[in-house]
């Protein structure tokens, strides 16, 4: 009898120890999802990151066309401002 005793024991100590490591492999799994899951928002966040870059790159190209632009249009409008006061005052 002491030897079924000390079997069952056995047993339902391998059992617990089955159980538990089934349950650290299932943590263990979850946790890598969760560094997945991390890991892939990293790299959306990079992507997004670049593009917003690039569009920042692109805005700005425009806003220095634009002032180039607004400048010309300013001379323009004081050689003809002094155009017309030229005329005038003749």
Same mark, same amino acid.
């Given at each position: 009898?002491?030897?079924?005793?000390?079997?069952?024991?056995?047993?339902?100590?391998?059992?617990?120890?089955?159980?538990?490591?089934?349950?650290?492999?299932?943590?263990?799994?979850e946790?890598?999802?969760?560094?997945?899951e991390?890991? !892939?928002?990293?790299?959306r966040?990079?992507?997004?990151?670049?593009?917003?870059?690039?569009?920042?790159?692109?805005?700005?190209?425009?806003?220095e066309?634009?002032?180039? !632009?607004?400048?010309?249009?300013?001379?323009r409008?004081?050689?003809?401002?002094?155009?017309?006061?030229?005329?005038?005052?003749?």
């Amino acid at each position: 009898m002491t030897g079924d005793v000390t079997l069952k024991e056995v047993i339902n100590r391998l059992g617990k120890a089955i159980a538990t490591l089934e349950d650290a492999v299932a943590a263990r799994l979850e946790r890598d999802q969760d560094y997945a899951e991390a890991e !892939a928002e990293v790299q959306r966040m990079n992507a997004d990151r670049a593009r917003l870059a690039q569009e920042l790159d692109a805005s700005e190209a425009r806003a220095e066309r634009l002032e180039g !632009a607004n400048k010309e249009v300013s001379r323009r409008l004081v050689t003809a401002m002094e155009t017309i006061r030229a005329v005038l005052d003749r």
